[in-house]
């Protein structure tokens, strides 16, 4: 019946955390949703360009076949407007580049210029390392995206496509790094922003409910108080999960510790006297089954033994469909109660016996001085 179990500061503490993970658990997932749908357009852009570069070199091929005494020309001449082009392109984005490469025995051999390093005489790259993967796919006659390490060994965001007619691959790409930055950095924002929100809020409800607090906190001692004086405790039992709660008050009526003795049902009637555990228990039983509950007294026993009198008034709660669902009440002492009621009857019993003795000698003299009994 505590709310002082925790002190300001910490229930401030897990109040703050709580929220904060909220906020921080719905941005997460706010800023993942729309990194999927960016990372889906990123991945659809790449692939229509990389389609388009290739489709356009492959007509370029074909118009110079069309148009070369003999056939194909050689692809460097084939090739020319299209490194002429790049020369001019400064890529997209920050890391963004088109990469176009041919095999030569075991290597992949760039033919146009890198936007990074080695720009000027771009290395080969080994066909079975595991650089490159995009273009190794695309050399292989295969077209997709794929999202792994480029020639540079970063990990990329990759659309790859075969050019058929000239047995190349192109691949258009951009590190997954530069696709990120946006939705971690806004993140980060709004993670900041709902922190320093949460904190003023948090702020602004303590204040606000201090007062409110305290007062329930002063009632529940009022209540406390009263129920000590009173030696009256109340409880309630789950009958769907065979649970009981008691109030402190129970507790130290029974002569058990809180902390120690679990709330059972198993406990409660195991403090029951024995001589009364099978009548308490049918009483339950019959309260379970649906009868309306009656005041009860019994004895309980204490640890160490020692027996009190208690007086239980059940009430039984119904759901909407009218079956029992749990059992509440109150239980007093009322020990000195019927020990006082046990005197006051032994004194009434002593003294009727007094006053019937009294009766049976008393006389009475007439006018005439005979004795009348």
């Known amino acids: 019946m505590r709310f002082q179990g925790l002190s300001d500061r910490k229930r401030l503490l897990m109040l703050i955390v709580l929220m904060a993970t909220v906020a921080v658990t719905a941005a997460g997932i706010a800023m993942a949703v729309l990194y999927q749908a960016a990372f889906e357009v990123q991945r659809g852009r790449l692939v229509a360009v990389v389609q388009n570069q290739a489709r356009l070199i492959e007509s370029i091929a074909r118009f110079n076949s069309a148009n070369t005494p003999g056939g194909l020309a050689d692809i460097e001449v084939i090739l020319r407007p299209v490194a002429e082009a790049h020369e001019k ?25 890198h936007r990074h390093h080695d720009r000027n005489k771009p290395q080969p790259v080994p066909f079975e390392s595991t650089l490159s993967e995009p273009m190794r ?94 030696r009256l405790g109340n409880y309630e039992l789950d009958t769907r999960n065979n649970r009981v709660w008691w109030s402190d008050e129970v507790y130290r009526i029974f002569g058990l510790a809180p902390e120690r ?24 039983a019959q309260r ?23 007086h239980s008034q059940p009430e039984l709660i119904r759901d909407r469909r009218g079956r029992p669902v749990r059992i509440t009440g109150t239980i007093q002492d009322v020990t000195e109660q019927k020990q006082a009621e046990q005197a006051i009857k032994e004194g009434e019993a002593r003294l009727r016996a007094i006053m019937d003795t009294v009766v049976d000698g008393i006389v009475a003299i007439d006018e005439n001085g005979m004795i009348e009994s």
């Open 89 to 113: 392109f400064t890529g997209f984005g920050e890391t963004g580049e088109f990469t176009l490469a041919r095999s030569e025995g075991d290597k992949m051999v760039f033919l146009l210029s």
């Open 137 to 230: 796919r695309a050399l292989k006659g295969e077209s997709g995206t794929f999202v792994g390490l480029d020639y540079r060994g970063e990990t990329v965001l990759a659309a790859y496509e075969p050019v058929a007619v000239l047995d190349l691959g192109i691949v258009a790409k951009i590190d997954l790094a530069e696709v990120r930055a946006p939705f971690i950095k806004g993140g980060l924002v709004s993670g900041a922003g709902a922190l320093i929100l949460i904190f003023f809020g948090v702020v602004l409800f303590r204040r606000i409910s201090s007062p409110i607090v305290a007062n329930l906190e002063g009632l529940v001692d009022k209540l406390e108080a009263a129920q000590r004086i009173a």
């Open 261 to 284: 003795a679990s709330s059972t049902y198993e406990t409660f009637l195991a403090a029951v006297h024995p001589d009364d555990r099978v009548r308490v228990g049918a009483a339950v």
């Open 288 to 310: 379970l089954e649906g009868s309306e509950p009656c005041a009860l007294d019994y004895r309980i026993v204490w640890p160490d033994g020692t027996e009190r009198i208690v």
